[in-house]
């Protein structure tokens, strides 16, 4: 942690004297590229400073998985609206367990497979939230 935030302190250091020693000749790019500069250099050097490098990398991974196309998001959820269409229509637990063999290992087969082992609700919840941090 402290390699980290002396990591910081001097990327922060380099922003504050290199916007400063850039030659701002009017309104423009130049000015526009120092305000950037600053803006996300100290974002990045706060950050730096405030969180592990495990949770920042994690964050990283999360964001370029939110802007990734839907493709297989949109097959997850088609795969939920079957499998609870399935149960609702009174096909016992049995048939929803045959329908979850089916579905590739994941967060979603996890699911299906204690829903049909009848785990408790607060069991369910925290293997399914500990699956869900490990991702």
Request: aromatic share 8%; hydrophobic share 50%.
């Amino acid at each position: 942690m402290a390699r980290q935030i002396i990591l910081s302190a001097v990327l922060l250091t380099s922003i504050f004297f290199l916007s400063f020693s850039l030659e701002m000749s009017g309104v423009g790019f130049v000015s526009n590229l120092i305000a950037l500069m600053v803006v996300l250099g100290g974002t990045l050097s706060v950050a730096l400073m405030i969180y592990l490098w495990r949770k920042l990398i994690w964050t990283a991974r999360m964001v370029r998985k939110a802007f990734r196309p839907l493709d297989k998001a949109d097959g997850t959820i088609q795969a939920i609206v079957h499998l609870a269409r399935t149960y609702r229509q009174g096909w016992d637990i049995r048939h929803l367990e045959r329908q979850g063999q089916n579905l590739s290992s994941g967060f979603l087969k996890t699911g299906v497979d204690l829903i049909a082992y009848q785990c408790d609700r607060e069991k369910t919840k925290e293997v399914l939230g500990q699956e869900a941090v490990s991702i």
